[in-house]
């Protein structure tokens, strides 16, 4: 009762809750005599929950077993075990995009956490109840979500729109309506295999740049600029060209005049 009824389980004497066993409690309903006190709407809910529950339940002679509940059969494997170690939590195919890509570890790690919705935007923030800015300060005209800012604000567009340019992208550039993932998988479709080394280093490096901005001007007060970014993004590829990066080295333009 404890574990599936908290709140009614309190409205229980202390002593019945430890004296009264389950064959007792189910005989003839006895366990809904146990109740004391007034009911909020809580233990109501509850209440009625339970009597559902056990509605058809029939106790027998049958002594008592551990059953296994992570398999169909009840009996215990190592496998059901280690399968149940997963049970709730999330799936992400973000690893498929930073896993063998060319990018400094912090900008992979910025990726993994955009992808999981845990960057600290606007709306983050405004979720957690912390000071935060009503509209993105780059468009001033949507909160601001982490796909809204690296994917489809219209600033974040438009910075897509010239390094796709810059880069002769062979497919287009985000457009907003699909995150960035599902983009770089239809993209990299798209793409001649020599280049997708270069694509997925890029994928990575815009919204790093983008982010970077946008905290300058979050904290620093700059004035949003996509001629700014895209230099930048510029200077910092060839920087990634130099420190390694073969993939980008092979789309980046030679020119070295990045203004
Ligand atoms: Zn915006």
Not at 234 to 253: T, Y
Request: proline share 6%; glycine share 6%; hydrophobic share 40%.
């Amino acid at each position: 009762m404890r574990e599936i009824a908290p709140q009614l389980y309190d409205c229980i004497p202390k002593r019945r809750q430890k004296q009264r066993t389950v064959a007792e409690g189910l005989a003839g309903n006895f366990w809904a005599r146990d109740i004391r006190g007034t009911l909020g709407i809580h233990e109501v809910g509850q209440y009625l929950q339970i009597w559902q529950a056990i509605a058809n339940t029939l106790l027998n002679d049958e002594p008592d077993r551990l059953r296994w509940m992570w398999t169909a059969d009840g009996v215990y494997t190592a496998e059901s075990c280690y399968m149940a170690m997963f049970h709730g939590s999330k799936l992400s195919e973000a690893w498929k995009l930073t896993w063998k890509t060319w990018a400094p570890p912090r900008v992979k790690f910025f990726y993994w956490l955009a992808d999981q919705d845990r960057c600290w935007t606007g709306e983050r923030l405004r979720l957690h109840r912390l000071p935060h800015n009503a509209r993105c300060l780059l468009c001033d005209q949507l909160p601001e979500t982490i796909h809204h800012l690296i994917v489809a604000c219209p600033f974040a567009r438009q910075v897509w729109h010239d390094i796709a340019t810059w880069l002769r992208f062979t497919c287009r550039p985000p457009e907003g309506d699909t995150t960035l993932f599902e983009w770089w998988q239809a993209a990299k479709q798209r793409t001649p295999k020599p280049m997708i080394k270069g694509l997925r280093s890029a994928t990575l490096l815009v919204p790093w740049m983008i982010w970077k901005h946008r905290n300058d001007c979050v904290f620093n007060h700059a004035q949003p600029s996509v001629g700014i970014v895209v230099a930048a993004i510029k200077e910092e590829a060839f920087l990634w060209v130099r420190a390694g990066a073969k993939g980008l080295g092979s789309i980046v333009p030679m020119s070295w005049d990045v203004h």
